[in-house]
């Protein structure tokens, strides 16, 4: 069931009540019963970090692996090396 959270007009304190959608909003603050009104409080779910692309699930998987190893059969170019003190 969802939470809802009300706050009292008059002495604004907040309430919170599990409901059911079809259920009938509160109109009277337990309290002092001055009247509810309902507001939108922040979500408890975050989205964080990557898994909302289509390939980060299942079976669509990419080339990731083959870039992060090594390649170790290939030649590659001598870097140039530094110039010294002695080489001038």
């Keep these: 069931m ?7 007009s008059a002495c604004k304190r907040i309430e919170e009540a599990f409901q059911k959608i079809s259920d009938p909003p509160l109109a ?7 009247r509810l009104e309902k507001i939108i409080s922040h979500s408890a779910f975050h989205l964080k ?12 998987k990419t ?3 083959e870039k992060s190893q090594p390649a170790s059969t290939e030649t590659t170019p001598a870097a140039p090396s530094a110039k010294t003190k ?3």
Excluded at 28 to 34: L, M, S, T
């Design 2 to 8: 969802p939470v809802y959270e009300y706050q009292c």
């Design 28 to 34: 009277v603050c337990p309290q002092c019963r001055g």
């Design 86 to 88: 002695d080489d001038s």
């Design 49 to 60: 970090g990557s898994g909302w692309y289509v390939t980060d699930y299942g079976g669509a």
């Design 63 to 65: 080339d990731t692996t």
